[in-house]
């Protein structure tokens, strides 16, 4: 027996979602049921306005409404627009946003290099930030945000070979123990990473 | 910073879902702005069917189509009009339906007894059950197929007392280890259980 088919498709669309079995996705249909008839249809509706209204920003790749391209950062004329923080993605932005202690402009890759998968500079938003960077000549520095993985390491170094003869600056956010950890928490190669990364106090 | 309104939305929805957080819904939410446009059009049409196509079966309380009422199950003649299952949700019928080896009827009560949450007999789907067994008087069984936690064996206890002197015969599902498990895993409870409602071989 099989549930009546307006669940199935519901259960069938939650399963499409990432980290979402069967069972969860049975789940989370039942409970959307039960649910106010207004939280459902908003919720209907801003699946459909986010897949419609969203575009990424001509200029960074950052996500950013249809109706404000170039995004609000990069419209920002307040911001220093001698730096650029290259990220994998726009949750990365915001998390540096909400830190409120970067001015600089962005440039969100929508991806990372990947060889294993096959993703080349090409497949990912690289081209643009390559000519964003001829195009502007007071960019003089490139902070690599991307993360401290394979890929992410791999991003950087590629980004590093290729714009360090440009003259342009290229760092790396800093490998370390995080703040308010204890040392022997810590895995091995981060603390390696602490060593050779040490600060004079 | 906040992120562009439309995605905003889409993860505040996200949010509203049960054992679903802020950075799960983030996730889910940019999941959502790289899915497939026709998988989007689905889920969010998806939604608003299943809140508005689907109704209560007017006889049993399980999940049906409103096109489908009394549901699938309560119009089936060739099923045993003798014996009710009394369940706490739909997804208990499917549960037992799957095992394809119970040919009865259902009573779906749509929640439990629980005095702790103020749920009392009159708040779920049991006054529709004393009617329809007192209009049915060919029911001869009440299987009492609600969870094994406090609130489920408040019900069944309720049901037994309300059931038998009407001349009702009220079952319980058994207690015991779960098939292919090890007797050393089994908590105390069940293995008490299990061995109170020992078979003879």
């Given at each position: 027996?099989?549930?009546?088919?307006?669940?199935?498709?519901?259960?069938?669309?939650?399963?499409?979602?990432?980290?979402?079995?069967?069972?969860t996705?049975?789940?989370l249909?039942?409970y959307?049921?039960?649910?106010?008839?207004?939280?459902?249809?908003?919720?209907s509706?801003?699946?459909?306005?986010?897949?419609?209204?969203?575009?990424?920003?001509?200029?960074?790749?950052?996500?950013?409404?249809?109706?404000?391209?170039?995004?609000a950062?990069?419209q920002?004329?307040?911001?220093?627009?001698?730096?650029?923080?290259?990220?994998e993605?726009?949750?990365?932005?915001?998390?540096?946003?909400?830190?409120?202690?970067?001015?600089?402009?962005?440039?969100?890759?929508?991806?990372?290099?990947?060889?294993?998968?096959?993703?080349?500079?090409?497949?990912?938003?690289?081209?643009s930030?390559?000519?964003?960077?001829?195009?502007?000549?007071?960019?003089n520095?490139?902070?690599?945000?991307?993360?401290?993985?394979?890929?992410?390491?791999?991003?950087?170094?590629?980004?590093?070979?290729?714009?360090?003869?440009?003259?342009?600056?290229?760092?790396?956010?800093?490998?370390?123990?995080?703040?308010?950890?204890?040392?022997?928490?810590?895995?091995?190669?981060?603390?390696?990473?602490?060593?050779?990364g040490r600060?004079e106090?």
């Open positions: 027996m099989d549930y009546p088919e307006p669940i199935a498709k519901l259960i069938n669309s939650y399963t499409k979602l990432p980290g979402i079995g069967p069972k996705a049975t789940r249909a039942f959307t049921l039960g649910m106010q008839e207004d939280d459902v249809v908003d919720f509706k801003s699946l459909l306005s986010a897949k419609k209204d969203l575009t990424f920003c001509r200029i960074c790749g950052n996500i950013t409404e249809n109706s404000v391209n170039p995004c950062i990069c920002d004329k307040s911001r220093d627009q001698s730096t650029v923080f290259v990220v993605n726009s949750r990365d932005v915001m998390a540096m946003e909400n830190t409120r202690d970067y001015y600089g402009l962005y440039h969100v890759l929508n991806g990372v290099i990947s060889p294993s998968a096959g993703t080349g500079p090409e497949d990912i938003n690289l081209p930030l390559i000519r964003r960077l001829s195009d502007h000549q007071e960019i520095e490139v902070i690599v945000g991307t993360n401290a993985n394979a890929e992410g390491e791999a991003t950087a170094m590629y980004l590093a070979r290729l714009l360090k003869p440009a003259g342009i600056k290229v760092t790396r956010l800093a490998h370390g123990l995080a703040v308010g950890s204890d040392i022997d928490y810590a895995d091995q190669l981060t603390l390696i990473k602490a060593v050779q600060t106090l």
